[in-house]
């Protein structure tokens, strides 16, 4: 069936609708890869195997990741009439008392997180669970939950992204509906520039801008391409976006290469990202039967599809010009820009390329279903919308946490992560990967945006925050993000090849207790010439975890240093 | 590939304070070599795309007040461009940029002189010494060698193999190389002078490429092997002259005398004699 029209969108909302909201109770669990990694497998093979030998009336299904990663793997149980109920760290030991439970219209009370009377997917579509299991805390109240905004996460933990009409269900490619047959490109991108989408990849350039960029670029061939070669340590953001929410992103794409002109699109994704990649297939194929991807979309007489390349394993084919050379079957090696991706000769196979991170696209369906206006209103000054981090390390309450940008450091490690695991005393965060830096817990007032993270040494990057405690060696953690840079460096040019191999070097003797104050003033000269002489972003920002903690925790290096 | 570039319009940039003229979107640093202006660089070579890697030719562009330093041999020349080549800044990092490469490559007398002409005689990291590398702990992975072997010559015998500091240039799986003219333009773009060829017999050897041996082939006259079989065969295909036969069968001294004895004849009537 082609999808033409609001009636025909309607027909399989309905459908869909009714796999979230079955008329009989469901059980679905949630299985993205941090769910199937705690055991989220085991649970539902074993309640599928209670269902196949009992045949009691019940719906089983597998939906996304919420985001609550310490409290996996998570079960949802919907009840007609009853509001949504997410039960939490739950074994196969569990299945037998679910399913008695849920047959009797019932959930396991003790083993309940919280429960969601209502859900507004934003996309359009509130949902309407019901009323009742008052015992049960509600999500706002879930000191994880309370502090969120989950706008990017809107559909994550509680669709099966495996099933378009469930998106559909819940507003999906409404946006697209109306952007591809009622609005002009020009006016598209008048929206997103509105908006104030920075671009969440970390460097914060505005997507509105890069689109008209691209769009004012000659050529009558051009790409559009999703970043999605996400590298971070720790961080795991867009990862779980494709893997709960997959036709997000297709949609934000959609409407992006509309606004952009463009027929032609691509994923580039980590190969070590197969679930993403299988979910990603699988709604890719679902968006073709439907006809919201190939030709002629919704009888505009546009045409776009997507396509998948996957990456061989190089953190630095994140960066832009890599990435493309990566696509084309060459080396991962950066060149240096200009000429830009958006230039003529500059992008991919020679064409003009708008290239997008994952999350910045999975922000595009809600800037057009909901107006630039409204997102404008989210976030601060400059620094609209929410950001997902994933809020790792020492931390007791770890998981993906999505927040207004602007947003302090304290809410998001204090209030909203617990602070550190074990109540240990919180001693640092890392922002931004191996390019970010780590940042003192005094300095946690900073509110969490472009600007304000750059002005004390680190950067917003793609969301990774890695907390450390009292018992954290930072002159170790410098290490350890010095060590993975150096083997990420794709070795072109030199002060990022020769330069993080010496530093790593210099950082090893520090640790071995062998070094002397001359190391110290050799390891800051030699930083500073790798961010000032670096031909790309990698080498560029890779010295930060050295820079940072120099800058803030020079005691800690002082202590192992002779004189 | 390259490409033959159509001159820009006449152009006014400053360099050190003085103007000179060049065409606008010309090469800054190919301005500064014409007019004599001492910039160091590994990586770069006129004839081939602009790379960026050796990090050495950085300049201060001044720009509305502002310094930002870039590659002069990516950045582009534009009317009223300012660049600064030895400001304190520049000389700073140039410094410990040398001294990555003295550590990089401390069997090489080109990076040791280069160094010591910038004030660099030393290195405060430790140097890398290989046993056994087959480019002599000479070096600087500039990348010269591997472009002129695919972007002139088309062979692409050669490439980098693993990344980061683990980075070498050789042959696919250090095997001997069947897309190896023996051309030796690696040998000649090299800036330290690290790769091996030998001619020995019948046969060059690329001693550094994994002991890549190509045939060679003899002149018909003396017997002295001059060129590479395959790369003479394939220049020829190309070539489209009446000298075509000569250069096929003659070394290039003989070449010379089976000319001169053939002009000699068509004057004389047969008096010469062969040499």
Not at chain 1, 179 to 186: F, R
Request: neutral net charge; contains cysteine; aromatic residues 6%.
């Amino acid at each position: 069936m082609r999808i033409v029209s609001a009636a025909d969108m309607e027909k399989v909302s309905r459908s869909g609708l009714r796999k979230i909201r079955p008329e009989k109770p469901r059980i679905a669990v949630g299985l993205a890869t941090c769910g199937i990694a705690v055991g989220g497998m085991r649970v539902y093979d074993r309640i599928k195997e209670i269902i196949g030998e009992e045949n009691p009336d019940i719906e089983l299904a597998r939906v996304g990741c919420i985001g609550y990663c310490r409290e996996e793997p998570l079960v949802n149980i919907t009840i007609p009439g009853k509001p949504l109920v997410i039960l939490h760290r739950v074994t196969p030991g569990d299945a037998e008392e679910i399913v008695r439970a849920v047959e009797k219209g019932e959930v396991p009370v003790e083993k309940a997180l919280c429960r969601i009377p209502l859900w507004d997917h934003i996309t359009g579509c509130t949902q309407e669970y019901g009323a009742g299991f008052d015992g049960i805390p509600r999500y706002e109240d879930v000191p994880f939950f309370s502090h969120q905004k989950k706008v990017i996460l809107r559909n994550s933990g509680l669709i099966n992204p495996e099933q378009i009409d469930e998106y559909i269900a819940i507003g999906g490619y409404a946006a697209a509906l109306k952007a591809l047959s009622g609005m002009a490109p020009e006016a598209i991108i008048d929206e997103v520039e509105k908006s104030g989408l920075r671009g969440r990849g970390g460097a914060g350039f505005p997507t509105g801008l890069k689109w008209r960029i691209a769009r004012n670029a000659e050529g009558d061939r051009k790409f559009v391409i999703c970043n999605a070669d996400e590298g971070d340590p720790g961080a795991y953001m867009n990862r779980n976006e494709m893997e709960s929410d997959p036709h997000m992103v297709l949609e934000g794409m959609l409407i992006g290469a509309y606004a952009i002109g463009v027929s032609e699109g691509l994923i580039y994704i980590r190969a070590e990202y197969p679930l993403a990649i299988r979910r990603l297939q699988t709604a890719i194929g679902q968006a073709r039967e439907y006809g919201l991807l190939g030709k002629d979309i919704f009888g505009t007489g546009f045409s776009f599809d997507i396509g998948i390349a996957t990456g061989a394993g190089a953190f630095v084919c994140g960066e832009s010009t890599a990435l493309v050379a990566s696509i084309e079957g060459r080396t991962g090696r950066p060149h240096p820009r200009p000429p830009r991706l958006t230039d003529p000769g500059g992008g991919l196979f020679g064409y003009p390329t708008d290239l997008n991170n994952v999350e910045s696209w999975c922000n595009i369906p809600v800037i057009i279903s909901k107006g630039s206006e409204w997102y404008a209103g989210i976030g601060a000054k400059g620094n609209s919308g929410t950001k997902v981090f994933s809020l790792v390390g020492k931390v007791d309450r770890v998981g993906l946490v999505e927040v207004p940008l602007g947003t302090s450091l304290n809410t998001i490690v204090f209030t909203i992560g617990n602070g550190g695991a074990g109540n240990k005393k919180v001693k640092a965060v890392q922002t931004g990967g191996p390019s970010g830096g780590c940042i003192p817990a005094r300095l946690f007032d900073t509110p969490v945006d472009y600007e304000s993270l750059n002005r004390i040494g680190s950067i917003m990057g793609s969301g990774g925050i890695v907390v450390m405690d009292e018992d954290t060696d930072m002159v170790d953690i410098a290490r350890y993000f010095i060590n993975f840079a150096a083997s990420e460096s794709c070795g072109k040019c030199v002060p990022c090849r020769e330069g993080l191999k010496h530093t790593l070097l210099i950082l090893n003797k520090i640790l071995a207790k062998k070094a002397t104050k001359k190391d110290l003033e050799i390891l800051s000269d030699l930083t500073e010439t790798i961010v000032a002489t670096s031909l790309c972003g990698l080498g560029q920002t890779a010295p930060n975890p050295v820079l940072t903690t120099l800058a803030y925790f020079r005691d800690e290096y002082d202590a192992l240093v002779n004189p | 590939m390259i490409q033959q570039e159509i001159p820009g319009k006449p152009i006014t940039v400053t360099i050190n304070g003085k103007e000179y003229r060049a065409n606008e979107g010309e090469i800054l640093l190919s301005v500064a070599i014409r007019e004599k202006i001492e910039i160091p660089h590994l990586c770069y070579e006129a004839s081939l795309d602009p790379y960026g890697a050796c990090r050495l030719c950085m300049v201060e562009v001044v720009r509305k007040g502002k310094r930002e330093m870039a590659t002069s041999c990516t950045l582009r020349a534009a009317d009223g461009l300012e660049v600064l080549t030895d400001t304190p800044e520049i000389v700073k990092h140039r410094s410990i940029l040398f001294e990555l490469y003295l550590a990089e490559a401390p069997k090489s007398d080109v990076i040791r002189d280069m160094a010591a002409r910038y004030g660099v005689t030393r290195t405060r990291f430790l140097k890398r010494i290989e046993q056994g590398d087959p480019l002599g702990n000479k070096c600087v992975l500039c990348g010269l060698c591997v472009r002129a072997c695919s972007e002139i010559m088309g062979a692409g015998a050669i490439n980098f193999i693993n990344r980061g500091p683990y980075t070498v240039v050789n042959t696919p799986y250090y095997a001997p190389s069947r897309d190896c003219f023996g051309c030796g333009a690696c040998v000649r773009v090299c800036p330290t002078n690290a790769i091996e060829m030998e001619d020995a017999g019948a046969e060059r050897v690329m001693k550094s490429w994994s002991g890549t041996r190509v045939p060679l082939s003899p002149c018909e006259c003396c017997g002295r092997y001059y060129a590479p079989r395959e790369l003479s065969a394939s220049v020829l295909a190309r070539l489209d002259t009446p000298l075509k036969e000569e250069i096929a069968r003659l070394c290039p001294e003989c070449r010379g005398k089976h000319i001169a004895r053939e002009e000699i004849l068509a004057k004389h009537g047969g008096s010469a004699k062969h040499a």
